[in-house]
């Protein structure tokens, strides 16, 4: 649907991006903490952003995939329901 694309362009831009809106998108200078911190703080962006970008979508959990501690790769799931 349009709103699951419109929310894979938030989630996939970076702030500072979009030139006439430099809030658009989602900080990846979170991944500068450490990991558990940086957890907590992507999905409080992903709420924050969806409520401000697309008021018609609720974030419903964030549940993380693929995660490699020794790596430090942490892999986002946003589960959603539309509005």
């Known amino acids: 649907t349009r709103r699951s694309s419109d929310l894979q362009v938030l989630y996939g831009t970076e702030t500072g991006e979009q ?32 409520e401000q970008y697309e008021p018609r979508v609720r974030v419903v959990k964030v549940e993380w995939t693929g995660n490699n501690a020794q790596g430090g790769s942490i892999v986002p799931k946003v589960v959603v329901s539309f509005v």
């Not at 658009?24 to 969806?50: C, M, S, W, Y």
């Open 19 to 50: 030139a006439l809106d430099r809030d658009f998108g989602i900080d990846i200078n979170i991944l500068g903490n450490p990991q558990e911190t940086a957890k907590a703080l992507l999905a409080a962006e992903f709420v924050r952003k969806t």
